[in-house]
């Protein structure tokens, strides 16, 4: 509002006006702000030593040049018919403080420790932060008006700025989903945007004798510098915010990597553990193969050599060694260590496999196996050997779930159309169990029950099984044991 007097010493009354545009840009600058902050947040949150710090400092850059921006716009947008100016001084000083404030508050509230009494002081020093921002930008404003505030205002507008930092600390270390942050942007830009407009409703200016008409910036004018100064945050955001998703990409494609090298370790930790079955299942084969051989031997070594015989004993030995090869390629693929091959695959297939596979330790611990596939199955695009391995980690588990159980011992895997296009594996024990409340934690990296477990089986079939863009989960199996479900989505062509 603004107040003054005609030539004749009558009080006249002029209201403020604001620019619909320039407060809407004010908005969008305060909403990108907050999301650039929330994504920069998200890079201190898994950061440690220097490079913590360094995301650290971005994020409150970013944050309180952001508000500070916000508040000049919006400052820009106030239209009153008095000539003002502003104080390169005090705004420059103005922007110092917003950062040390937000910078303050993210340092307290990034750290591990951090309670909910010192989310509370930190919003409270960063909300009584800006609002000295707030005024200090006020204060470097030159006009012939007095300047005067409205105490309830003021003090509404306190309320509203503490508020909004603390909601924006807490946001900023708790948000990772997309549509999680950007709605959480959109909150925290229109919280900080209402303490401004808050503020600015309890500013009052008053000048003595004839106002109207009087020179000042021009419209065009503060429509200008205001589009410099949001273009400017703008560029300095995306230039934030193309940095923070760089980083991103190269920490997933690290850990893309680290997940591939330790599923590695764990197929071989795994083979390691089963030598002797694959010397029972290689052996096979090869004796198989010695005994056709001596036949063979012997049907030609007659004075009347048995041809046919001899024939079909040769057939014989051909079929054992063909069987040993893919014995011995089957388990060279599963210590093969290389990147992700997608190929058309059937379920059925990697099922019969690894049965075959893990026959001997199925056996040695009395387990019958009962499969029930589903015939004309579509086959799904994905990593063979990969899949052999969740396979085989869900079938051990169903073998050591069971081995030391005195009743009946029984696994049963399924396969069969699950909803959308889908198909479902089920892989179901008779043992003891999944420990009390515990069905999702078993997942977890590093979790286990098992005394010379890694607990790293499951955590690994899981991870395989989301990058196929599927799902993998426990359940009791009632009366005993446990079933494991794995879901995953199926090409678009199917098996004839």
Known sequence: MVLGSDNWGNPMIATGTHDPYLVALSILVAVFASYTALDLGARVGVARGLARRVWLVAAAVTMGGGIWSMH??????????????YDVGLTILSLVVAIFVTSG????????????RRLVLSGIFMGVGIVAMHYTGMAALRSPATLSYDPLFVALSIVVSVGASTAALW??????DLWQRLGAAAV??????????????????????????APGHAGLDQTHLALVVAGTTFVILAVALVASLSEQNRAEAALRQAREDLAHVNRVTTMGALTASLAHEVNQPIAAAVTNAQACLNWLAGDTPNLEAARASAMSIVEDGTRAAEIVSRTRLLFTKGSPRRELVDVNDVIREMIVLLSREITRYGISVRTQLASHLPRLMGDRVQLQQVMMNLIMNSV?????????????????????GRLMVSVIDTGVGLPSQLADQIFYAFFTTKPQGTGMGLSISRSIVESHDGRLWASDNSPRGACFHVVLPTAVETRE
């Open 171 to 176: 946001l900023t270390f708790r948000t990772t």
């Open 72 to 85: 000049f716009v919006a400052m820009l947008a106030f239209k009153v018919p008095l000539a003002m100016s």
């Open 400 to 420: 050591d779930a069971m081995k030391d159980v005195d009743e009946t011992r029984e696994l049963a895997i399924t396969s069969q159309h699950a909803e959308n």
């Open 105 to 116: 508050g993210f340092y307290v509230i990034s750290r591990q420790n951090a309670s909910p």
């Open 188 to 213: 925290m830009g229109v919280a900080i945007s209402g303490m401004h407009y808050t503020a600015m409703r309890a500013a009052s200016f008053t000048a003595h004798g004839q106002f109207y008409g």
